[in-house]
């Protein structure tokens, strides 16, 4: 089954900086979903964004697909120590009904 | 309005031993979808459930895992005569169709020994 791939794996950067995550899918999908992952935590759900989307904001989140390289980033900027999480993205296989994970970035902010 | 629940939190089973896993998914959410995490991964789909039915289960072992969601009461993941290679965190999210944002619980995670 398709996986959504993150780049890159782990990340650190200093407070203040923005940290920006890749995201790669290898077939058709009707929607990309991030997800942010806190240590020993459940996922929580950042932002969705269909595939006749192109960009898509929530407060200092910027998420992009290019459904023709068939690939998504993701955009926090001005970081805080708080943003300090995995983040994973998650596709859709077309007609299938459940989401497919990546591994994640394990983003650090420094203070 | 409570998320969802999953308990227990932590489990630890002796190889060979069931475990069952409960979740509870958010009121009004009818779709629930289990996953498992090993450490520093992603998550694996495992199988994903609406009232009484399954409706994918491509993710989950052929042998020793079950899962059901009842008309009442939480849905459970069961896994019978747990090997060492059990030993994960597995999450439930639910959602309240299909293909909107899921929301997760904090996971159970299982030990085996």
């Known amino acids: 089954s398709q996986q959504g791939e993150e780049d890159p794996q782990a990340l650190s950067i200093q407070e203040g900086e923005n940290a920006t995550m890749n995201c790669s899918y290898k077939?058709?999908?009707?929607?990309l979903q991030w997800y942010r992952q806190n240590s020993g935590r459940g996922l929580v759900h950042l932002i969705l964004?269909?595939?006749?989307?192109r960009e898509k904001h929530s407060g200092r989140l910027r998420v992009t697909l290019d459904t023709s390289k068939k690939s998504s980033s993701l955009l926090i900027t001005a970081s805080r120590a708080a943003d300090t999480a995995s983040y994973f993205c998650?596709?859709?296989?077309?007609?299938?009904?459940?989401?497919?994970f990546g591994q994640g970035t394990r983003l650090t902010i420094n203070p | 309005n409570a998320g969802v629940m999953q308990n227990p939190r932590h489990l630890v089973r002796r190889r060979g031993q069931e475990a069952r896993l409960r979740c509870s998914p958010m009121k009004g959410h009818s779709h629930v979808y289990w996953y498992r995490q090993l450490p520093e991964e992603g998550l694996k789909f495992m199988v994903y459930?609406?009232?009484?039915?399954?409706?994918?289960e491509s993710g989950m072992p052929k042998e020793r895992f079950s899962a059901e969601f009842p008309k009442e009461g939480p849905s459970i993941l069961r896994i019978q005569q747990v090997v060492r290679g059990d030993s994960a965190a597995y999450f439930c999210?639910?959602?309240?169709?299909?293909?909107?944002?899921?929301?997760f619980g904090n996971g159970t995670r299982l030990t085996v020994t």
């Open positions: 999210a639910s959602s309240v169709a299909e293909n909107s944002p899921l929301h």
């Open positions: 964004i269909r595939s006749n989307e």
């Open positions: 998650a596709t859709d296989d077309q007609g299938a009904q459940k989401l497919v």
């Open positions: 077939t058709s999908i009707n929607n």
């Open positions: 459930l609406q009232k009484e039915n399954i409706i994918d």
